[in-house]
């Protein structure tokens, strides 16, 4: 797997598992699209994830190179999420547990 952070030229920022690179374009899985969502009350705004294709019921899609800007490393928080949602579901704990 290869979960990345895709700018497009439309400006939208997508976290995908990026399946392969033929050179034209890249064949991504499970894109979401990250959205900022506030609580309502005018507090601390947090990131939520929407499909990317809300209305597709397919998995899989090619993007070509013309349309990518960027393609970046997300940072642990955006992984763990997206794990959480379409991984295995077993999130790594960062932190070291000592036994005495």
Do not use: C
């Not at 990250?34 to 499909?51: A, F, I, T």
């Not at 899609?61 to 992984?79: R, T």
């Amino acid at each position: 797997m290869a979960l990345k952070l895709i700018r497009l030229k439309s400006g939208e920022d997508i976290i995908t598992d990026i399946l392969e690179d033929d050179g034209l374009g890249v064949k991504i899985k499970d894109p979401v699209v990250l959205m900022p969502m506030g609580d309502g009350r005018g507090n601390k705004v947090q990131m939520g994830m929407v499909p990317w294709l809300p209305f597709s019921d397919e998995p899989d899609y090619k993007i070509s190179h013309d349309w990518i800007v960027l393609i970046v490393e997300p940072n642990d928080e955006i992984k763990d999420n997206w794990e959480r949602i379409y991984g295995p579901g077993i999130i790594k704990p960062t932190t070291k547990i000592l036994y005495s």
